[in-house]
């Protein structure tokens, strides 16, 4: 099972680099601690539900990954200070600028495949692909049939509905695969 996510505006609630420009700041020093959590994940209540939501999927045997067009560096330090960092292998933590990203031109649908092919994943029906932006989901649709995606709307983060919607799939989807 592999859930792969984007970043801004669905882990997070707002887009961190939109944010960062506003305040033509390029450091993400330039934020506390505090207000990460506040204002760009959401509180410590929504933290909290993150990660229970990030440990039950790894529990159940889940791979996470982040696919997204911000860079790779500036969501690993935001992460790392949200204290959400080790629900996330590095590897699997595909900013823009990173070296998958890039040799598949921005492509988030081609760089899920490349995951996918990375983990031994052939069938489809074991990803769960979940984003802000219709474009992405929409292209992962054409090109992995098969995989469930799910549409954060309006792009403000995911809310617990969302949270409870990607536990159900990848629960029904573990008990289909599982032998009985």
């Given at each position: 099972?592999?859930?792969a996510f984007d970043?801004?505006?669905t882990?997070?609630?707002v887009h961190l680099y939109?944010?960062m420009r506003?305040?033509e ?7 506390s601690?505090?207000?990460l959590?506040r204002?760009?994940f959401?509180g ?5 539900l993150l990660a229970e939501?990030?440990?039950h999927l790894?529990?159940?045997g889940?791979t ?17 200070r949200?204290n959400?960092?080790d ?11 990173s ?6 031109r ?8 490349a ?5 031994g ?5 074991s990803?769960?692909?979940v ?5 992405n989901v929409?292209?992962?649709?054409a ?8 549409l954060i709307q ?5 809310t617990?509905?969302?949270l409870r919607?990607?536990e ?6 573990r008990a289909q695969?599982?032998?009985h």
């Amino acid at each position: 099972m592999l859930v792969a996510f984007d970043f801004d505006q669905t882990i997070s609630v707002v887009h961190l680099y939109h944010l960062m420009r506003k305040d033509e700041t390029t450091e993400l020093d330039s934020y506390s601690n505090e207000f990460l959590k506040r204002e760009v994940f959401g509180g410590e209540a929504r933290l909290k539900l993150l990660a229970e939501h990030f440990h039950h999927l790894i529990a159940n045997g889940a791979t996470l990954c982040i696919i997204s067009f911000g860079f790779t560096l500036v969501i690993i330090e935001a992460l790392r200070r949200v204290n959400l960092i080790d629900f996330f292998s590095r590897q699997f933590i595909l900013g823009i600028d990173s070296p998958l990203m890039q040799e598949v031109r921005g492509y988030k649908d081609v760089a899920l495949v490349a995951v996918m092919k990375h983990l031994g994943i052939d069938d489809a029906t074991s990803v769960i692909f979940v984003d802000d932006d219709v474009r992405n989901v929409e292209a992962v649709e054409a090109n992995i049939p098969s995989c469930y995606t799910l549409l954060i709307q309006p792009p403000v983060g995911m809310t617990s509905d969302h949270l409870r919607e990607i536990e159900d799939r990848a629960a029904t989807r573990r008990a289909q695969i599982q032998p009985h």
